[in-house]
């Protein structure tokens, strides 16, 4: 039996048509998502594997509802027809897509992740617009009317989303991990028309497009990508409670997913100004964090 039949087994997918339809959605995650899939497949318990697997595809393919290069108009009529088909998935538990077949079968598993769904679908159309920020807490209200909402998926299955210091603590994680993508993606989303760092951080250090652009190494830019760092690492030193506030069984896939960002962090204060340049991904230290954590992961089993 392979891992990924024992996997659908264990979490009750017995319909041989509900089995594809999870299949499929790990084909697609494994593809666009190669780093987390295979972090989830080795460190979580089997059981919980097919569930998060749907969340996150399901977490994937509306995104890239929201962010393609499409018009505005395109997009939003879009995204009313997708939201309509999920919440008609769930109220009727009937889907006609094998995405929302997978989810409405892991809703009916993990009920909690209903009202995250529900959360997450009216404020997703916030990413519609977020090709800037003005100021600091407008990229923070993003992160609360987006980017929890969206972690909150897959974070509900993981540990217990109504506990008020689990939340505070996926907020915080998110918030890190949503500036470090922004850092080390900077030079990608300006070739797309995004603009992710507040314009009002950039004026604090004098800083304009064009310094970026440009990958400049001047006082300003340093002082900014320093500045940046350090938010980051004061918002994931925060979210590392996350890892006692989450079950034990899956402390190992938590505890990398905080080691993962530490390694970017590192690996981006490491190049400095090189990092406006050109995107700045953990790559072999990675390795080793999952290879710690399976075998914590297999001493918990």
């Given amino acids: 039996m392979t891992g990924w039949k024992r996997a659908l087994d264990t979490a009750g997918v ?10 499929e959605q790990r084909r697609l995650v494994s593809q666009f998502r190669r780093g987390p899939y295979l ?4 460190l979580l318990p089997p059981p919980l594997l097919p569930h ?16 393609a290069d499409r018009p505005r108009a395109e997009r939003v009529t879009a995204y009313e027809g997708w939201e309509k088909q999920v919440r008609l ?7 006609d897509r094998p995405l929302i077949r997978a989810l409405l079968h892991t809703v ?5 992740l209903q ?3 529900e959360s997450y679908l009216a404020t997703a159309p916030t990413d519609l617009d977020a090709s800037g920020f003005a100021t600091e807490a407008a990229y923070q209200h993003y992160i609360d009317a987006y980017s929890l909402p969206a972690f909150m998926l897959i974070a ?7 506990d008020p210091a689990y939340r505070s603590a996926c907020r915080s994680y998110i918030d890190a991990a949503q500036r470090l993508d922004n850092l080390k993606d900077l030079s990608a989303d300006l070739r797309g028309g995004r603009f992710t760092i507040p314009t009002e951080i950039l004026e604090h250090h004098g800083v304009v497009r064009a310094d970026l652009e440009g990958a400049r190494d001047t006082p300003g830019t340093r002082a900014l990508v320093q500045d940046l760092l350090e938010r980051a690492r004061r918002s994931l030193e925060a979210g590392r409670t996350l890892v006692d506030l989450t079950p034990p069984a899956n402390r190992p896939l938590v505890r990398s997913l905080i080691s993962l960002e530490e390694l970017t962090l590192e690996a981006a204060a490491t190049k400095g100004v090189a990092v406006l340049g050109r995107s700045t991904r953990a790559s072999v230290p990675a390795a080793a964090v999952l290879i710690r954590e399976y075998r914590q992961a297999r001493r918990l089993r």
């Fill in 156 to 162: 509900c299955l993981v540990g217990p989303a109504d």
């Fill in 108 to 112: 009916s598993a993990h009920p909690a």
């Fill in 115 to 117: 009202r995250q769904l």
């Fill in 39 to 42: 972090a989830a497949r080795l």
């Fill in 14 to 23: 017995a319909d041989p048509r509900l089995r594809e339809d999870y299949t």
């Fill in 89 to 95: 998935g769930l109220a009727t538990s009937e889907g």
């Fill in 52 to 67: 998060v697997i749907a969340a996150t595809a399901f977490m994937h393919h509306t995104d890239t509802i929201l962010d």
